[in-house]
């Protein structure tokens, strides 16, 4: 590990969290039960909950996951695109930098206090946290921007070397793949998203808590595919609530072939690219094995799979360019 995933990993966290847990650690049996967690548009507090409650609720929405996006850009950044590693590491840097701050001014602001009602507004002190937040990303992607990166294409493939097995059926033979591939990470990613939504709604105004919301809800639809290889061709639907992203017609398919996906090759996880608009789509949701379809006019649609074998199989056995 370099200095500068060092940095990231250790050095930076350690001068962020530092005033928190000094706060904390000292002036924490000072506060009142419960702290003021919620201020009305009028500057006066309207919720509460207890302390230890409030300090989990803050790391859990902002710190954790910005010490996460850290982390990750410390320890994958050589697997990552050049932009990628400065962005997760300055996004990151923020959310714990933002998290932080809170907890120590609410620790300095309400310590002393008999009753959680006479805790003043943190209007103007939200400009100082924005303010030291952003300056802590900004710091997370300027260390990050030194890091290793893949320098490998980024663009999406025309055309890929892999095995194109076959099945061999006889005309009045059909055969059906179906399988759903679901990403754990990303159903972990929306429970974040979530909490993050209840805690801004309770410590925010309403509208924050349903951005976030609003948010999950795409990383829950792109969660969990299911895809269907036949005698039409291939169709990719999240399996959740069945919006169909794709479907590739068994015309359009010129040769199916099995490749090892590299999620950064292909521009990240998740649906990305068009079919339309650049010749080039692929639903990712891991690294690993996949099935790649080269189509008509250059065209190129790849899906990561635990079994590509089978429907690569079908689609050469029943597409009309290989028949």
């Known amino acids: 590990m370099n200095v500068r995933a060092t940095s990231l990993v250790a050095v930076l966290p350690a001068a962020i969290l530092l005033p928190a847990i000094w706060a904390v650690a000292a002036l924490g ?5 419960p702290v003021a967690s919620h201020f009305g548009v ?23 996951p910005g010490l996460g996006l850290m982390l990750a850009a410390a320890l994958k950044s050589s697997k990552m695109p050049r932009p990628m590693p400065a ?32 805790a003043r507004s943190p209007g103007v002190d939200l400009v100082a946290i924005l303010f030291a937040s952003v300056a802590a990303g900004v710091i997370g992607a300027l260390v990050a921007k030194g890091l ?7 663009s999406f493939a025309t055309s890929v070397d892999g095995d194109a097995p076959t099945m061999n059926l006889d005309d009045a033979e059909r055969a059906v793949f179906v399988e759903t591939i679901s990403a ?15 805690v801004l709604g309770v410590f925010a105004a309403w509208w924050v808590g349903l951005i976030m919301l609003v948010s999950a809800v795409p990383v829950l ?19 959740l609530f069945g919006i169909r992203f794709a479907r590739i017609e068994l015309d359009e398919i ?18 990305r690219g068009s079919l339309k608009m650049m010749g080039s789509a692929a639903v990712v949701i891991r690294r690993g094995p996949g099935i790649h379809l ?16 089978t429907p690569a199989a079908i689609l050469n056995a029943q597409a009309p360019a290989l028949r």
């Open 29 to 33: 049996d000072e506060l009142p039960d």
């Open 42 to 64: 009028s500057g006066a507090p309207d919720r509460s909950m207890s302390p230890s409650l409030f300090f989990l609720a803050i790391s859990l929405s902002l710190v954790v």
């Open 87 to 118: 962005f997760l590491a300055g996004m990151g840097a923020f959310l714990a930098a933002f998290g932080a701050a809170i907890v120590v001014q609410t620790v300095l602001s309400q310590r002393g206090l008999a009753d959680w009602q006479d």
């Open 148 to 154: 290793p990166f893949y320098e490998g294409s980024t």
């Open 184 to 198: 754990r990470w990303m159903l972990w990613l929306d429970a974040v998203l979530l909490v993050a939504t209840a």
């Open 221 to 239: 639809i792109l969660s969990s595919f299911r895809v269907q290889a036949d005698r039409k061709g291939l169709a990719v639907r999240s399996s």
């Open 254 to 271: 010129e040769r199916a072939t099995v490749i090892d996906v590299e999620p950064m090759q292909w521009g990240g996880w998740g649906y």
């Open 294 to 309: 080269q189509l008509s006019g250059k065209r190129s649609f790849v899906v990561t799979l635990d079994d590509p074998v």
